[in-house]
């Protein structure tokens, strides 16, 4: 197995552990103690930072360092609160992403929309800033909604809501952001086409 496919290979494994995280802990934790489930996420978080390092995305290792620094942190205080706040600390760093790429020379979503269209024109520009905002939004609410899941909610109701529903309201986001683009970007059209 040549190295590209084992390290697409593991990338693969490392994502689809992320999506099911909330899942295997539900389950996890009627087996094991929450310290060696945290322990094993932590391994998981520095193989993720691993992989970073080796691909050279050094601010993204450097971000999956400071989420495994905070959980060793809260780990010493409780290995079960730890567990229970990973979500929010995953989308706390993801808002925290994109905010600062607002202060850069292409929000993320306009980088994101030049891999597929290099040239965008100034509408569409204005649009992505626009859309990296909203996604803000997005992880600053579903951070909130997965710390009060972790502090007050049952285990049942944290899983329920961190491996199911936030996946769907990220799924909605970003199906219906496509027609709500193309209905704007057609207005937008009608009114350059009526000024011209």
């Not at 934790?29 to 050279?56: D, W, Y």
């Not at 730890?82 to 790429?101: D, E, K, W």
Request: net charge positive.
């Amino acid at each position: 197995m040549s190295w590209s496919v084992l390290k697409r290979v593991a990338t693969f494994a490392l994502a689809c552990l992320g999506v099911a995280y909330p899942v295997l802990v539900y389950f996890g934790l009627t087996t094991f103690s929450p310290r060696i489930i945290l322990t094993g996420l932590m391994i998981v978080v520095l193989l993720r930072a691993t992989m970073f390092a080796v691909t050279k995305r050094y601010v993204a290792t450097g971000l999956v360092v400071m989420v495994a620094i905070i959980l060793a942190i809260a780990g010493i205080a409780s290995e079960l609160v730890a567990i229970r706040f990973y979500p929010v600390i995953v989308s706390l760093t993801m808002g925290t992403v994109f905010t600062i790429t607002l202060f850069s020379k292409a929000p993320m979503i306009e980088r994101l929309a030049r891999i597929k269209m290099p040239d965008l024109d100034d509408y569409a520009i204005t649009y992505t800033r626009t859309l990296t905002k909203v996604w803000i939004g997005f992880f600053i609410a579903n951070a909130m909604i997965s710390g009060w899941t972790a502090y007050y909610a049952s285990m049942a109701i944290w899983t329920l809501y961190n491996g199911l529903v936030s996946y769907i309201l990220m799924g909605v986001l970003f199906i219906g952001e496509w027609p709500v683009r193309r209905i704007l970007r057609a207005r937008h059209d009608r009114k350059i086409k009526g000024n011209a």
